[in-house]
């Protein structure tokens, strides 16, 4: 993308999970929407004054849009939050903790529908990508649900191993094409060079798996974080 058309992004930060609603601007009745949740990101970011961590995308993000200081998730639990911000419906009304329910999925999701739906419904192009909901195509769009299937681990002192028995982190040897955001994101760009020619308006998601568990990141991201430079947290107790 050039810088012209990076001029063009209306940039609306929500940390819920985190989102971030992208909307560009070329049609004055219909926005196109990229819609982009990141898995248990919080505000350990440069643009939150976190000066250690390393975060230029998201901070040129940030720069360009609105920054909210003061934002909440709807429920301290992943799927609860999802359910409620995918469908506009308070935690007490989904009824969801973890993982979904029957009742969320056979009565809400009927009754309801998602966000996604509802673009479609109005004539938008709207599609999936990545860890939207937890592991299913619950908005059964006109256009399958893309979700890479490639392994989290790639170093043979995990691979070998299964469970329990594997780190929770893991500095891959592998570079950024081996990993499953990589190849969401990869599959989002397509899908946005595809739709260039088209009068259609879209409505794109994509769902980045990372930072949530296992923390697994080319070998090369390590270096911004060196051991010996690195502050524990003040308080060690689970929440």
């Known amino acids: ?66 920054l909210f200081n003061k934002a909440y998730v709807q429920q301290p639990v992943c799927s609860a939050s999802r359910a409620s911000f995918l469908t506009g419906l308070r935690p007490a009304i989904t009824g969801v903790d973890y993982p979904y329910s029957e009742y969320f999925e056979d009565v809400i999701m009927g009754d309801y529908g998602t966000i996604a739906q509802q673009f479609e419904s109005k004539g938008y192009d709207a599609r999936n990508f990545g860890k939207i909901h937890h592991g299913k195509d619950l908005d059964k769009l006109k256009t399958s649900w893309f979700n890479s299937q490639v392994p989290q681990y790639h170093n043979k002192e995990n691979t070998d191993k299964k469970g329990d028995q594997r780190k929770p982190y893991e500095a891959s040897s592998t570079g950024d094409k081996g990993h499953q955001d990589t190849e969401d994101v990869d599959k989002l760009l397509e899908a946005l060079n595809d739709v260039k020619a088209s009068k259609d308006p879209f409505f794109f998601s994509i769902g980045l798996y990372k930072p949530h568990l296992p923390f697994v990141a080319p070998e090369k991201y390590y270096k911004y974080y060196p051991l010996d430079k690195i502050s524990l947290p003040e308080n060690p107790n689970h929440p």
């Open 1 to 66: 993308m050039n810088s012209g058309d990076m001029k063009q992004l209306l940039i609306i930060v929500l940390l819920s999970c985190i989102m971030s609603p992208i909307a560009i601007c070329q049609d004055k009745t219909k926005k196109n929407v990229v819609f982009i949740i990141v898995d248990d990101l919080n505000t350990n970011l440069a643009c939150y004054g976190k000066e250690y961590m390393h975060t230029p995308n998201i901070d040129d993000l940030a720069s360009q849009g609105v």
